[in-house]
């Protein structure tokens, strides 16, 4: 099955408290730490993300681009990220497709769900990438651990033939 999720961009900015912060005076920041952390979330789940976001904060509209094997989306001038989301569920939907869309909007959402998406607030996506975020953190850990144990990169076989002759074992 194929998974879709479609994030209304500044909706999340506007909803995730650090992201919130950051949008006063660095609205591209914000844009970049979410663009950021939905490569991660990606990358992690193997779900496809889409960030949509209003054209009408960003000069340069009506634009698509791809970063971190993302799709960043970016309206046209009349039309808003709800309205682009709306008409990527439709194109995306089918039977072998599983489309989220992750909005604190509640008109949106109700709209979504009619479509036949499945809906994810700004605070369950923020649940998911913080989970996400402690996951990478702990494998991280793992892998630094395991090429810890020797500076030189060799097979668990060599460092167990090495092993025994230390021991005296041949």
Same mark, same amino acid.
């Given at each position: 099955m194929r998974r879709f999720l479609l994030v209304d961009g500044y909706n999340i900015i506007g909803d995730w408290p650090e992201l919130r912060v950051m949008q006063g005076s660095d609205l591209a920041g914000a844009r970049d730490v979410l663009i950021e952390k939905m490569a991660e979330y990606q990358a992690y789940t193997g779900t496809k993300v889409m960030i949509i976001f209003d054209a009408h904060m960003v000069p340069g509209l009506g634009k698509k681009y791809s970063n971190y094997r993302l799709d960043i989306v970016y309206t046209r001038e009349k039309e808003t990220a709800d309205e682009r989301i709306e008409k990527l569920v439709r194109s995306l939907k089918r039977v072998d497709t599983e489309i989220s869309v992750a909005t604190s909007d509640f008109v949106e959402q109700r709209v979504?769900?009619?479509?036949? *998406?499945? #809906? +994810?607030?700004?605070?369950?996506?923020?649940?998911?990438? *913080? *989970?996400?975020?402690?996951?990478? *953190?702990?494998?991280?850990?793992?892998? +630094?651990?395991?090429?810890? #144990?020797?500076?030189?990169?060799?097979?668990?076989?060599m460092a167990e033939i090495f092993e025994k002759w230390r021991r005296g074992e041949h």
């Amino acid at each position: 099955m194929r998974r879709f999720l479609l994030v209304d961009g500044y909706n999340i900015i506007g909803d995730w408290p650090e992201l919130r912060v950051m949008q006063g005076s660095d609205l591209a920041g914000a844009r970049d730490v979410l663009i950021e952390k939905m490569a991660e979330y990606q990358a992690y789940t193997g779900t496809k993300v889409m960030i949509i976001f209003d054209a009408h904060m960003v000069p340069g509209l009506g634009k698509k681009y791809s970063n971190y094997r993302l799709d960043i989306v970016y309206t046209r001038e009349k039309e808003t990220a709800d309205e682009r989301i709306e008409k990527l569920v439709r194109s995306l939907k089918r039977v072998d497709t599983e489309i989220s869309v992750a909005t604190s909007d509640f008109v949106e959402q109700r709209v979504i769900f009619a479509s036949g *998406a499945l #809906r +994810k607030s700004a605070r369950e996506l923020r649940t998911e990438v *913080a *989970a996400i975020e402690k996951g990478i *953190a702990k494998e991280v850990l793992s892998v +630094k651990k395991k090429t810890a #144990r020797s500076k030189l990169p060799i097979t668990d076989e060599m460092a167990e033939i090495f092993e025994k002759w230390r021991r005296g074992e041949h």
